[in-house]
């Protein structure tokens, strides 16, 4: 498995602690930010975690609506490159660079 073109860069944005959100939040029908319904076209997949949630290990299905996810994935953008063994060596190779610039420019939209 490959790590580089995995789409895993999204495990690392910021989330709100699951034990904070309430159950829709955690099963991705509402924004884990805002609590916004969501639907196909308006969720954006922040890829399933693990985590312990109330002290219990148990997987959940982050989900968010585009215009919060916005935020958290323009920092990430920006410090990416600083916390990136590949873009200190060269950026223009990086796939996580690549995929999260991506990613802001159809958010943007
Ligand atoms: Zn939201
Ligand atoms: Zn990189």
Redesign the pocket.
Known sequence: MSTATQPGFLTLLELPAPETLTATQLGGA???????E?HGDTAVDLEPRHDHIKGVPGRWCPR??????LKPLLALVQVHPGICEQCTDDASLCETRRALRTLARELRR
């Open positions: 509402h924004c884990v930010w805002c609590a916004t969501l968010g609506c585009r215009r919060c996810t």
